[in-house]
């Protein structure tokens, strides 16, 4: 009798056991307090681009940009030997329809199916390349406040000087003396611009109006081109596209 008890004890705490083992193995349903946000693919996080990808993948840029960033059709920025992250933030702009002026239209459709990844390669590629020069109007000024220079000339004076007077910085502080741009900020390069395009793009940032979310970069330059009368506008447009880095001419021949 008690060893029936016992087994019968024994049987009790063996269900209670596996009740809980039970209980304890049954998937419970957490709440669900809010959708899942899920992240399309092409906002991963980019790393730095390889100009060997962007290479391959430049293919479509060449009829407007050129093969090598240089482009040869009017109104088409040249974009050879602008930094990396300028030109994949640009891309980005044009994807995501912040940029709209210009040719806006025509490079949304190329930029819409690129990753931030493509669009760093596609910078570290034309990064690489050098851009070409143009040739600056230097013809003399016949009338007006600037008489007696060359054309070219004002746009120099604001490039390399600035204005303090009327709070207009030197343009190479941030573009660099030779018109390079600059990697860390993303300054967009100068060197060699077809004219029309800087005066546009000048033109554009003196209107002062902008579909960007983020417009720190279009408001400092809003600052900087509001009070530039016209003809300082399309000076500036000459002087860049004449604008170029110099040979080193103290530089010894090789096997000197």
């Not at 009829?63 to 009017?74: K, L, P, T, Y």
């Not at 669009?119 to 008489?147: C, H, Y």
């Not at 709070?167 to 993303?186: R, S």
């Not at 000076?235 to 021949?253: F, I, K, N, W």
């Amino acid at each position: 009798m008690r060893l029936a008890r016992v087994h019968g004890l024994v049987g009790v705490a063996c269900l209670v056991l596996a009740a809980a083992a039970y209980a304890q193995s049954t998937a419970v349903a957490v709440p669900d307090n809010a959708p899942v946000q899920a992240a399309p693919l092409d906002d991963k996080p980019a790393t730095w681009g390889d100009a060997k990808a962007g290479q391959s993948k430049a293919g479509a840029c060449a009829a407007c940009h050129g093969v090598d960033g240089n482009a040869m059709q009017q109104n088409a920025p040249r974009i050879a030997g602008m930094p990396e992250r300028y030109i994949a933030q640009q891309l980005a702009l044009f994807k995501h329809g912040e940029r709209t002026t210009g040719l806006a239209g025509l490079m949304a459709p190329y930029a819409a199916p690129l990753s931030n990844q493509d669009m760093r390669d596609l910078g570290a590629w034309f990064a690489t390349q050098k851009a070409g020069s143009g040739v600056a109007d230097d013809t003399v000024i016949a009338a007006g406040p600037s008489k007696g220079m060359k054309f070219y000339q004002v746009g120099e004076r604001l490039y390399r000087g600035g204005d303090a007077a009327r709070g207009i910085p030197a343009c190479m502080a941030c573009h660099g003396p030779a018109g390079a741009g600059n990697p860390g900020p993303a300054y967009p390069a100068l060197h060699g611009q077809e004219t029309g395009y800087v005066v546009r793009r000048l033109e554009e940032y003196r209107a002062g109006t902008t579909t960007y979310k983020d417009a720190a970069h279009f408001n400092l330059m809003a600052s900087v081109a509001k009070p530039l009368s016209d003809e300082e506008i399309r000076s500036l447009g000459s002087y860049v596209q004449g604008l170029h880095a110099r040979a080193d001419a103290t530089q010894a021949p090789a096997g000197h």
